[in-house]
Structures are given as structure tokens and as C-alpha cells.
């Protein structure tokens, strides 16, 4: 029988079962995928905790992948046996379940990969590249009047927005926590790396840009950051705030933002800019053009046998990873 991790209950890594499991015929609008490397995800940590909730248990998570199409249910039309797919649920609006050897699922949303984008690549990238996508291109518009600030510039979004940003034209200024991610994030985007645990952020910001702040922050820390970022930011700045690994950000009264600046602040959720399956495609096309293109590298430092997901949760939650991770069913 196939191979899954699923989980019974929500709670730490200890949660995360390596089970069999029976992975049944596909339906109308359904195909049989088989994974060759499944993404992982600091939202993947968030469903395992119970922070997003699982429709019922026990339940596979994971919320992106890569694979081979074995079999199609009826009326299927977008890909045939043999595709080389990836997929995305984004955040947590659509159904998980990537965290297996074999699926069926819905056919819709799966994007057929061109030649030049690995199988490791792709399931690394697909989640945090389409997400970096709709952020610098809808959320914060980036161009090269821009300068900006990206917390987690080592991490898996971080890096993509840093160095898309960069060849954007924008002056791109990372934030880490420790030397060895400052490296990393200067050769992957970044012209200037705060260390947070080096002082203040926000200060750290100013002084790298005259005074004056800069024009957008992307912050999915939250509650740790969510301050700083706003204090960074010059008047009429924009904060994308697109997620909370630290937690989320405490209750907030609006007018502050007339009060430091004009400021706007601006909500990224992955569902919302990949609502149908041509909006999955077009900004699929956009991603698979720019890592094709070498502008953007996705470099995977992290690769775990399935089994071994908790150990993935565990790097993940304790800041330990760089760049991109990946499980290998
Ligand atoms: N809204 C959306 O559409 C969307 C879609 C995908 C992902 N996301 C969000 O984007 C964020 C990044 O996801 P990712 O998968 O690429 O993860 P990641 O950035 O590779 O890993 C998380 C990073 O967050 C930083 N961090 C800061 N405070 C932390 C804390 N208290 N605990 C743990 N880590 C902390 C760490 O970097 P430092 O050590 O350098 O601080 C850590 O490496 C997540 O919040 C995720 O939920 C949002």
C-alpha cells in the first residue's frame, strides 16, 4: 500500500504519522498522481498545530508537489497518463494532502511542467513562487523606483521576492537572524542584510536608506515584526502582511496609520490572486519564465525522506532552514 503521513490529532512533529493508506480510483475530474518530491511549507507547520484547521482526522497535510500523472478519471481534458504536474493549495483555503508516495485529486489546478523545470525544483517552488509572484506584482506593484524590505530573505517566499524584486529594478534590503543566513541572502537577491538580532529593524532600515525608510516591507513574521515593519517604512509606504510565523499581530487601531505616514497596509492571501485555474497558469507561466531564465535560482538546502517529515518540522520551526525544503517519498 502507499506510503502517507498523515496526522491524527494536532500537536507538534511527534503528530506526523507515517502510515499506509488507501488512495482509491479517481472520480469525475480526478487524477492518480504519483510524487516525486513534495514542498515544504511554514503554512505545513500551521495545519499540523491546529493554527489552520483540518476538515476532519486523520488527515494528510502538505500543501504542494510534483509528480507524474498515473491514471485520469472521466472528463478529464487538461493533462494526460505521463504529464510531468505540479500543484499548489496555497495557504490553507484549499484541501492539503501532498504529504504522500501516491494521490487522487482534483485535475484542475495541475500545471503541466515544461522540460527545464526539475521535479525537485518544481515542488520546492510552485507554493512560494507563485506566492512571490502575486505579492510583487498585485500586492506591491515593484519597479525600480522601489526600495524595499523582506523579512525571512533566506527563507523559502523571501528568496524568490528578493531576487525577482532585484531584477525588478528595486534596491532590496533583507532581513535575517544570523550571519549565515546574511550570506545566503546577500548572494540570493539582497544588495544590503539587517541582522534583526543585531538591533533595531526599523532603525537598521533608515540608516540604509538616509532617513528616508523605504517604499514596501514584506512581512510573513507578524507579531515579532509587525512594528518594525511599519516603522520602516517611508510616508505613503506600503506593509504587505502575508503571514504570521511568529504568531499573529495583535488587534490594531487603523488611524495609527494616518498618524505615521499615510501608510498602507496590504493582506496577501494565496487564494485570493489564484482564485481560478487560469489564474494558477498564467502566473505559473510568469514563474516558470523567470527561473527558467536563471534570474531567480531556488536553491534547496534541505532534502528529507518522507518519513522523516517530523525532522523537516522540526528545522523548519526552529529557524534552522535556508532557502528551500523538500521531502523525497
Ligand atoms: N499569504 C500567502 O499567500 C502565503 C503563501 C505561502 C507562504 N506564506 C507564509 O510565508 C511565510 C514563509 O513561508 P516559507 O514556507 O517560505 O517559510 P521560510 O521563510 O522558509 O521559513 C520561515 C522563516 O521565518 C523566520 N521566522 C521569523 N520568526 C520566526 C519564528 N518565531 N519562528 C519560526 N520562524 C521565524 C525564520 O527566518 P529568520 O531566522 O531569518 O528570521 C524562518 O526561517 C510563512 O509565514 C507562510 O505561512 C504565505
Request: glycine share 10%; charged share 20%; with cysteine.
Amino acid at each position: 500500500m502507499p506510503k502517507a503521513i498523515r496526522v491524527h490529532e494536532y500537536g507538534g512533529p511527534e503528530v506526523l504519522r507515517y502510515e499506509d493508506v488507501d488512495v482509491g480510483e479517481p472520480g469525475p475530474g480526478e487524477v492518480r498522481l504519483r510524487h516525486t518530491a513534495i514542498g515544504l511549507n511554514y503554512a505545513d507547520i500551521h495545519t499540523r498545530s491546529g493554527r489552520y484547521p483540518l476538515p476532519h482526522f486523520p488527515h494528510v497535510i502538505g500543501g504542494e508537489g510534483c509528480g507524474v500523472v498515473e491514471e485520469l478519471g472521466p472528463s478529464v481534458t487538461n493533462v494526460a497518463v505521463g504529464d510531468r504536474v505540479a500543484y499548489s493549495s496555497g495557504g490553507h483555503a484549499l484541501p492539503r494532502g501532498s504529504y504522500c508516495e501516491q494521490r487522487v485529486m482534483n485535475a484542475e489546478r495541475l500545471v503541466r511542467l515544461p522540460d527545464d523545470i526539475e521535479d525537485e525544483i518544481a515542488a520546492a517552488m510552485i507554493t512560494k513562487g507563485l506566492t512571490a509572484q502575486y505579492l510583487i506584482h498585485d500586492c506591491h506593484p515593484v519597479t525600480e523606483t522601489d526600495t524595499i524590505l523582506v523579512h525571512s530573505a533566506a527563507g523559502g517566499v523571501g528568496m524568490i521576492i528578493a531576487q525577482w524584486a532585484r531584477t525588478l529594478g528595486a534596491h532590496v534590503i533583507g532581513v535575517v537572524s544570523s550571519d549565515e543566513k546574511a550570506l545566503f541572502a546577500a548572494e540570493h537577491g539582497c544588495h544590503d542584510v539587517i541582522v534583526s538580532t543585531e538591533g533595531n529593524i526599523a532603525e537598521q532600515a533608515r540608516a540604509l536608506t538616509e532617513g528616508e525608510g523605504v517604499t514596501a516591507v514584506f512581512d510573513a513574521v507578524g507579531a515579532d515584526t509587525f512594528e518594525a515593519s511599519l516603522a520602516a517604512l517611508r510616508p505613503c509606504g506600503n506593509l504587505v502582511a502575508y503571514g504570521s510565523s511568529s504568531g499573529p499581530v495583535p488587534p490594531f487601531d487603523i488611524f495609527r496609520l494616518n498618524e505615521m505616514g499615510s501608510l498602507r497596509i496590504t493582506a496577501g492571501a494565496f487564494y485570493w490572486h489564484l482564485r481560478t485555474a487560469k489564474d494558477v497558469r498564467t502566473r505559473a507561466r510568469s514563474l516558470f519564465d523567470i527561473v527558467g531564465s536563471d534570474a531567480v535560482s531556488i536553491r534547496i538546502n534541505q532534502k528529507y525522506e518522507l518519513e522523516n517529515a517530523s525532522d523537516a518540522h522540526r528545522a523548519m520551526e526552529s529557524r534552522a532552514t535556508l532557502g528551500m525544503t523538500v521531502l523525497i517519498p
